[in-house]
């Protein structure tokens, strides 16, 4: 089943045409990548797609419903999650406020005023245990603005995890990262997305070839080609449009 | 003509110098607020300290002309000091903070004048070569009112000559636009904002000197005309002068008729009509930045 | 543990201080700490906009001064109308005027707000004016009945004695001031502090977030409106001059930075050492204004978090905590 599908998508700003007739399929519980140069719509795309524009023309599809122009916060509560290429956490509060709050959502607590919230116990062990997992524990006092880039990317990733959804719109989540750092999150995102479906944009070639089920490349708002690695590498438009940028 | 032609004409005169004074004070307040992101409360209490100081003047020196020379020249240092002083030394923590010490300078100015002068309304009696009346076919205009039409306009031709015809004026309206990049440019940004601030104070200073005799001069002048203004720079757009001149005039217009006519709905009207415009776009109707 | 021991021993002395405090101190300061208490209120409303939700809100005067006219307009024309519900008809005018304004509100942040908030505000205010029928103009209403407590039919307290009155308001106030700072502890509380920081991911978390600014809304409204149902009684005078004119609106602004925005109890505080300087300067002076001014500019200036701010500052410095390792 495609838990993730666009028909005929276009979108344009102020005339100025960004996306071109995009029709993608995701399969549920594939690695899907979007990669493309700078430019060619991906984060417009991933913005269509979860609810920040609506898109000029053309449908959205999550499991199976349509959701064209749905809210993102409704797309959330369908199931769908995602991360932001410029970090974008609640830098006042601190890492275990962040995640709490993605994990009252979760468990739909929207209105709650009448308990205090942290005297909610299964609340406060289950937001314990997200950061134990994303490895932010020691950290869990402190302000979101005051960590380090890579743990702040870290709890970035993950506050579109806490709300765990079956679909996660990853955009860039290594962007700034070194070497290291990359390994690191790339071992994260596999570990913390086992069972779900991940649709990720990304620059880094070997991120891409190393998680990917799939790949769409995109180039000036139309899609290129989509397959798996080994055809995308293969493919003579892809290489004419990067110009050899794919040799890995 | 007929008393009522003779009514409206009046109201018109009135409307219309009111919109000028208006826009005199709301064009340094929408310059102010697209270059430096400070919506200056305290904009039309400058105006009234003007006023004040016009009349201070004009008692020492009895000579109506040299008052409106010297007071907005004096509001206008005022405005500069400020400027250098205090609004530069908050400006890092943000807007929020602005537009609160602009709060607490509107109170201290407010006070200041209810120090040196008291609290009663003082008169400003308007100088002969200016009072009485004019008869032009067949219709009667009040002479100062002309006046401050008149004055107004020539001052606001000279800015609109020197914005759009000098280097200075395009570096003013480029940090209007976009403060930023000027500063990128190399331009001492600092320097333009304190006189961008200044002359707009000036310009409110001019405002609240000629309205002295037309207002009189007492310490809740700096209310209606404030409150006006900002409605003024709100509906016509933050940074646009164009979309302060229409609204100014119009509000001057609605002011006249709607006090004389509906006294009682015009001043609703004007609030809602502002709420109105601020939900539906939130930067005024020819509003650009944010 | 001994921190919760020191909350509980403070709690105490505060308690047994507002009990005592009309005994020792006498009328005068009675009144004066009532209105003290009606003000730390309203401004607390104001920083749950402010400090909480990050949103200026410029015409704050308007939930209070429509919570004092529907009290002093419920007692005036409804013949016997009782006390309590004389309070409660304060916050639900508050709360719904909020309402009303929600759909317009909850669209703007940031600069938009404060000027609609501040044009609504002035609306009202010039409404009340105009509309003298009903509001008495400037002269506004007065001589409406201070009508008794009456408990269960069982009891009934005179409220015209100053002292019973006291304890009535002081009672009324404090329970208040304890809904909202438990509101704030609930998971909705941690929800409207996120706002502030960064309103949008909100919305990518699932939560509704006009929904959600709306009721951060209209809880302010209806208890600032309490606030003014309270000094509706206090004054047994509610006038445009006083309830809803442009001071009123920026005292509490005022007194929440004097005290510091990033605290709950920062505007309680700030509206304690504004009162107490009033107190104190209008022996001296009518200025004021001039004194509130110019102590508005200094702390904006060099203490914009306030006197909480500073104290934490203070403490920080010379008590520091161990490291995080």
Redesign the interface.
């Known amino acids: 089943m495609n838990i993730l599908e666009t028909k005929g998508l276009y979108h344009d700003f102020s005339g100025l045409a960004v996306l071109f007739d995009v029709n993608l399929q995701v399969q549920e519980g594939e690695r899907h990548a979007v990669i493309g140069p700078n430019g060619a719509g991906k984060t417009t795309l991933f913005n269509v797609i ?1 609810g920040t524009y609506r898109p000029s023309r053309g449908q959205v599809f999550f499991k199976g419903k349509e959701v064209t122009g749905a ?3 409704a797309l ?2 369908l199931g769908m999650g ?1 991360s932001f290429q410029i970090t ?6 601190t890492a275990f ?1 962040n995640i ?3 994990v ?3 468990r739909g ?10 005297g ?1 116990g299964d ?1 406060t062990r289950e937001t314990d245990e997200v950061l134990k997992r994303i490895n932010l524990d ?2 869990r ?2 302000p979101a603005g005051v960590l380090s880039y890579g743990k702040h990317r870290s709890l970035e990733i993950s ?2 995890l806490a ?1 765990d959804p079956d679909l996660v719109m990853l955009d860039e989540p290594t962007a700034g990262m070194s070497r290291d750092e990359t390994h690191y999150a790339v071992e994260l995102i596999r570990r913390l997305t086992e069972g779900k479906t991940v649709v990720i944009i990304e620059h880094d070639m070997d991120v891409v070839f190393s998680i990917a089920d799939r790949i769409t490349v995109l180039h000036y708002g139309q899609i290129l080609a989509t397959g798996p690695p080994g055809e995308i590498r293969q493919n003579q438009a892809v290489k004419d449009a990067y110009l050899g940028e794919l040799e890995v | 003509m007929s008393p009522t032609a003779v009514l409206y004409v009046a109201q018109a005169i009135h409307g219309l110098a009111y919109g000028m004074l208006l826009f005199l004070v709301a064009s340094g307040l929408t310059m102010i607020f697209g270059m430096m992101g400070i ?1 200056n409360i305290a904009h039309a209490s400058f105006a009234m300290l003007s006023a004040y100081f016009c009349f201070q003047v004009l008692l020492m020196t009895g000579n109506f002309w040299v008052a409106l020379l010297i007071a907005p020249l004096v509001a206008g240092i005022c405005g500069l000091m400020t400027e250098r002083f ?1 609004l530069r ?2 400006h890092k ?1 943000g ?3 602005e ?3 602009t ?6 100015i ?3 004048v ?2 040196g002068w008291g609290t009663e309304s003082l008169v400003v009696k308007i100088p002969q070569s200016l009072s009485g009346l004019l008869n032009f076919a067949g219709l009667t205009y009040p002479i100062y009112r002309l006046f401050v039409i008149g004055l107004s306009i020539v001052i606001l031709g000279i800015m609109a000559l020197i914005l759009f015809k000098t280097r200075l004026g395009k570096i003013v309206r480029a940090a209007v636009s976009d403060a930023d990049m000027v500063s990128a440019l190399g331009i001492n940004t600092p320097l333009v904002f304190m006189l961008v601030f200044g002359i707009g104070i000036w310009l409110a200073g001019v405002a609240g000197a000629v309205a002295g005799p037309l207002l009189t001069v007492f310490p809740g002048m700096a ?1 209606q005309l404030g ?1 006006d203004a ?2 003024v720079v ?1 509906v016509g757009g933050f940074g646009s002068l164009l979309g302060a001149f229409i609204v100014a005039l119009f509000l001057g217009e609605l002011n006249a008729y709607g006090i004389q006519f509906i ?2 709905l015009a ?2 009207l004007m ?2 009509f ?2 109105i415009v ?2 539906l776009k ?1 930067m005024g109707l020819f509003g650009e930045r ?1 | 543990m001994r921190n919760k021991l020191h909350k509980w021993i403070l709690w105490g002395v505060v308690i047994i201080f507002v009990a005592i405090f009309p005994h020792v101190f006498g009328i005068y300061y009675t009144n004066f700490l009532v209105a003290f208490a009606i003000f730390s209120l309203y401004a607390v409303t104001l920083n749950l906009l402010l400090g909480y939700m990050g949103v ?1 809100s410029f015409g704050h005067a308007m939930f209070f001064g429509t919570g004092a006219y529907a009290t002093a307009l419920a007692l005036r024309h409804i013949q016997g109308f009782p006390l309590l519900p004389a309070v409660l008809v304060g916050g639900l005018a508050g709360g719904l005027l909020a309402l009303i304004l929600c759909p ?1 509100l909850v ?2 942040s ?3 707000f ?3 908030t ?3 505000g ?2 009202i205010f ?2 009340a004016l ?2 003298r029928e009903v509001t008495g103009g400037e002269d506004g209403i007065g001589g409406y009945p201070i009508p008794p407590l009456n408990i269960a039919g069982v009891v009934s307290i005179d409220m015209t004695d100053k002292i019973n009155f006291y304890y009535f308001a002081m009672t009324v106030i404090m329970v208040c001031l304890l809904m909202l700072w ?2 704030t ?7 409207v ?2 706002v ?3 309103a ?10 006009p ?2 600014k709306a ?1 951060n809304l209209i809880v302010c409204g209806a208890f600032a409106g309490i606030a003014g149902a309270v000094h509706a009684l206090l004054m047994k005078l509610v006038s445009t001059v006083g309830v809803l004119d ?1 001071n009123t609106s ?1 005292a509490p ?1 005022m007194m929440a ?1 004097i005290g510091g925005v990033g605290s709950f109890f920062g505007p309680i505080i700030g509206s304690g050492v504004l009162h107490i300087l009033e107190d104190l300067v209008i022996r001296f002076t009518e ?1 004021i ?2 004194v ?3 102590i ?2 200094l702390v ?2 060099y203490a ?1 978090m306030g006197l909480v701010g500073l104290f934490s500052a203070a403490k920080a410095k010379w008590f520091p905590k161990e490291k ?2």
């Open positions: 979860t809210r993102p916060n959330t509560r995602r974008s956490t609640f830098n006042r509060l406020q709490r709050l993605a009252l959502s979760k607590i929207r209105f709650q005023m009448f308990r205090k919230v942290d909610m609340i020691r950290e006092d402190m506050l579109a709300t | 919506l205090l030394t908050v923590q807007h929020l903070a537009l609160l010490i709060v607490g300078i509107m109170m201290v407010l006070e200041i209810k120090a209310d409150m900002f409605v709100v006294p009682r001043p609703i609030f809602a502002m709420a601020l939900a939130p944010e | 200026l317009l669209r703007v940031g600069t938009a404060a000027m609609l501040l044009a609504f002035q609306l010039v409404v105009k509309y438990f509101y502890k609930t998971p909705f509380g941690s929800l502090v996120a502030r920081d960064n949008m991911r909100i919305d990518y978390l699932g939560f509704k977030l929904q959600t009721v442009i920026f602004i930075y200025r204004g001039l509130n001014g110019a508005f500019i904006v200036l914009p995080v390792s």
